[in-house]
């Protein structure tokens, strides 16, 4: 299987010029990226020194003292829930890697024919995973990225940034975290709840058009742009599909040594009894009605029908150090990211960055400036959890003194989520390293279509705010 984190050897082409106006911009701005977009780590540690400027500038507690604890409080404080998010990459790449999901992807990537139709294939097949969880999603969309480019010659790079759109939607499915934590009550992070008392149903929040309309407008717009957006004969940069194929090659199980600990490596008993185990928990919890779908049961249910899966303990063992090396950037980042969370709280610089927007708001635009709100936050605060935390004391308060519907505003914090990652680039990082693919050239696609997403979400916002 593909090692991830290893950069795939791309079949260069010579610069081209000329092409259409989309394709000119397109390739202006991925010419841009790649040569002004340093490693999303580099960013991360600007983006904290940014936030402890403005903190000291702006914040009406912006002490070095408040600063320093905020930072130190927030890099630790957000340890368990990256390593919750890790163990979900982690077991959901292990998941998705096995044979019968190997098969299947392989099997939907053989209806890809031409390069619009590997495109358009890709992208919807990301947004479908993306819709159902976000992790599976982000590790299918990459996987099946290169099962599509070992069928079908095209921008490698171009085939990656449709299926990391596709799967930005998972904002809008049944895995947001902003959806699942205001449905939770007693949620330390339902801060719904907390300003109203009430709880917003998941369906209050999936079934509202201002969530679904967004979703079907983008959905077919989305696939049109990026075909404009395609890179001329002369421009692509497309993969190798010889060393795709080479590294996607299963290979073949070595027979058990004949010893008491090779029998118990490869002893299917063992996988079967963690899964009897965490299956019989679960039953429990479903027939006693309690059951919920949160980061810890996601976990669960991914390392189960992992070891289901790959069977053996081996097997399934070596899934995982593949998977593993994809979560090191990304553990690696989200303490950075704490601390930037935590600047932000203790100085009460997101209360300022908030009301410079709602505080002028009426009940038209509060969710449009919340939306643009949520796209600046994002920037600094990209996990949609900590995101919630950061904005949600000053918008949900705002959203009650002017009469909005809660569902408005968690709707229009999670699509601000969704298109800032077009621009903001640590959860890119775990999808290339899967794909094997440069940073640059991707986020240079994805820069247009952030301008798309915030024109129709947006849009969608300020016209029809309580829909």
């Known amino acids: 299987m593909h090692h991830p984190g290893v950069e795939i050897p ?3 082409a010579e610069p081209a010029i ?5 394709q000119k911009l397109s390739r202006l701005c991925v010419r841009l990226v790649e040569r002004v977009m340093p490693d999303p780590f580099v960013i991360a540690v600007l983006l904290t020194a940014f936030t402890c400027v403005l903190a000291f500038a702006i914040a009406p507690k912006g002490g070095v003292d ?3 604890g905020g930072w130190y409080d927030g890099v630790f404080k957000i340890a368990s829930f990256a390593f919750l998010v890790a163990l979900t990459l982690v077991t959901g790449h292990a998941l998705s890697t096995s044979k019968p999901v190997a098969r299947l992807l392989t099997r939907t990537a053989s209806f890809a024919t031409t390069p619009t139709g590997a495109m358009t294939l890709t992208f919807f097949v990301s947004m479908v995973g993306g819709l159902l969880n976000w992790a599976v999603g982000l590790v299918i969309s990459a996987l099946f990225a290169r099962e599509v480019a070992k069928r079908v010659r095209v921008d490698f790079a171009w085939l990656v940034a449709a299926a990391y759109a596709g799967w930005s939607f998972y904002v809008c499915g049944i895995s947001s975290s902003i959806a699942l934590v205001s449905a939770s009550a007693g949620s330390p992070m339902n801060i719904i709840e907390q300003h109203t008392g009430q709880i917003l149903p998941m369906k209050a929040f999936l079934l509202s058009p201002l969530n679904y309309v967004p979703l ?5 717009a989305l696939p049109v742009i990026f075909r ?7 421009d692509m940069v497309a993969a ?6 080479r590294e996607d090659t299963v290979q073949v199980e070595p027979a058990a040594p004949r010893t008491i600990a090779g029998w118990l490596d490869h002893a299917w008993l063992i996988n079967l009894t963690i899964v009897g185990v965490g299956g019989a928990y679960i039953a429990t919890k479903v027939l006693a009605g ?3 779908l949160d980061l810890n049961m996601l976990v669960l249910i991914f390392l189960l029908l992992g070891m289901l899966l790959h069977w053996k303990p081996k097997a399934y063992l070596g899934a995982v150090n593949n998977a593993a090396r994809i979560a090191g950037p990304i553990l690696i980042q989200f303490p950075l990211y704490g601390g930037i969370m935590g600047i932000m709280s203790a100085t009460g610089l997101a209360d300022v960055m908030s009301q410079a927007f709602v505080h002028h708001a009426s009940p038209q635009t509060l969710p449009f400036w919340t939306f643009v709100s949520s796209l600046i936050i994002s920037v600094f605060v990209p996990s949609a ?3 919630w935390v950061v904005q949600a004391p000053f918008a949900v308060p705002a959203a009650v003194q002017l009469g909005v519907p809660q569902a408005s505003i968690a709707i229009a914090v999670a699509l601000g989520e969704g298109a800032a990652d077009m621009i903001q680039p640590m959860w890119v990082i775990p999808l290339l390293a899967i794909a094997g693919v440069g940073m640059g050239r991707v986020m240079g696609f994805t820069l247009i279509i952030f301008f798309a997403m915030v024109t129709v979400m947006g849009g969608m916002l300020l016209l029809y705010p309580h829909v």
Do not use: N, R, W, Y
């Not at 000329?18 to 989309?22: A, D, I, R, Y």
């Open 10 to 12: 791309l079949v260069q």
């Open 18 to 22: 000329g092409g259409t106006l989309v």
């Open 66 to 68: 408040t600063v320093l």
């Open 216 to 220: 079907i407008v983008l959905g077919l």
């Open 228 to 234: 404009l957006m395609m890179p001329s004969a002369k």
């Open 240 to 245: 190798d599909p010889a060393k795709l194929m």
């Open 290 to 292: 309690t059951f919920k």
């Open 385 to 387: 959890g900590g995101h």
